[in-house]
């Protein structure tokens, strides 16, 4: 037992059930809480909580725009960067064209520029034959007049006869040496 302000007992299960104008007042205080609560507390919260869920619901709005901006860049990065290696491989394989094209055009150039020099030398040797050939009959019927003249022991003085048995000697030995080959 356990006893209170005025001295008299009071049993033990009184301790866990409260006196009735205890329950009464307790019960004006919960209504009184309950009315200020649902009519000033209850509606700020709801708008602090409304406001926070619009918050919530536009950034993740916000969020998923983003997103498809970032898919629709992305796209559009991946088309230009496939149009720009398509351009890269044309420009590739042009150049590799071009740098075909500039090789053929140079071994073109080469042979012709071979083949004229070819030509060039063939005229000279040509011309140089030629010139070594006059030369050559000039000095030989010198040489056979200048023999001639001692075997017969006269001095041919026509140049024109002795240029013409000159000739005639010479193309007789030509013509054995054609012969011969």
Request: proline share 3%.
């Amino acid at each position: 037992m356990i006893l209170s302000a005025g001295d008299t007992p009071t049993p033990g299960w009184r301790l866990f059930v409260p006196y009735v104008p205890e329950i009464i007042w307790s019960a004006i205080f919960i209504a009184i809480f309950a009315v200020v609560f649902m009519r000033f507390v209850l509606p700020r919260l709801n708008a602090v909580l409304d406001e926070r869920a619009e918050k919530i619901e536009g950034g993740i709005r916000r969020a998923e725009e983003v997103q498809e901006q970032a898919d629709q860049l992305k796209s559009d990065q991946e088309s230009a960067l496939a149009a720009a290696r398509q351009e890269a491989a044309a420009i590739r394989e042009k150049a590799r064209q071009d740098g075909q094209r500039i090789l053929e055009e140079a071994k073109a150039r080469a042979e012709a520029e071979n083949e004229r020099i070819l030509a060039a030398g063939r005229q000279q040797l040509s011309a140089e034959r030629m010139a070594a050939s006059h030369e050559l009959r000039a000095e030989v019927g010198t040489l056979a007049s200048d023999l001639a003249s001692k075997i017969v022991g006269e001095s041919l003085n026509d140049d024109e006869r002795s240029r013409r048995v000159i000739d005639r000697f010479l193309d007789d030995l030509e013509s054995s040496q054609a012969a011969t080959r």
